[in-house]
């Protein structure tokens, strides 16, 4: 019988991420680290693979990354103000989010607050 695993495009797209935000999570956060990435079950050829029902467990990882886990409702003044000044520069609020929503899987250690600080700091620049 075949057994199934789950690489980084699967989990990313578990996810609603990018491949490339999980292979940057794995060696951002090794087993070393004070959040370590779930170690894979199966690695063939340098290609690591996950059991599909330790899905779960990743999703926790990642809802622990630091500045994870606050969301819905009003948009935090920090994204208020980005909005602002993406607005200012002729960006579509839609264009605006989907980029911020780029750096975000990008630069997943980052939190949303200081990614907008960060774009606002490089439009003053």
Same mark, same amino acid.
């Given at each position: 019988m075949t057994e199934h695993? #789950? /690489?980084?495009?699967?989990?990313a797209e578990a #996810?609603?991420? &990018?491949?490339? *935000?999980?292979?940057?999570?794995? &060696?951002?956060? +090794?087993? !070393? &680290?004070?959040? +370590?990435?779930? $170690?894979? !079950?199966?690695?063939? !050829? /340098?290609?690591? /693979?996950?059991? *599909? %029902?330790? #899905? %779960?467990?990743?999703v926790r990882w990642r809802n622990g990354l630091p500045g994870r886990g606050a969301g819905g409702g009003r +948009? &935090?003044? *920090?994204?208020? $103000?980005? #909005?602002?000044?993406a607005a200012a520069r002729g960006l579509e609020r839609g264009e605006a989010l989907r980029a911020l929503l780029t750096f975000t899987e990008e630069f997943p250690e980052m939190t949303e607050p200081e990614l907008c600080a960060w774009l606002i700091e490089k439009w003053r620049s």
């Open positions: 695993y #789950l /690489g980084g495009v699967g989990i #996810l609603g991420v &990018s491949r490339h *935000a999980v292979h940057k999570w794995r &060696s951002r956060y +090794p087993s !070393d &680290s004070s959040h +370590p990435f779930p $170690e894979p !079950d199966v690695e063939i !050829d /340098g290609v690591p /693979g996950w059991r *599909a %029902d330790r #899905l %779960d467990e990743i +948009p &935090s003044a *920090a994204r208020q $103000e980005y #909005l602002k000044h």
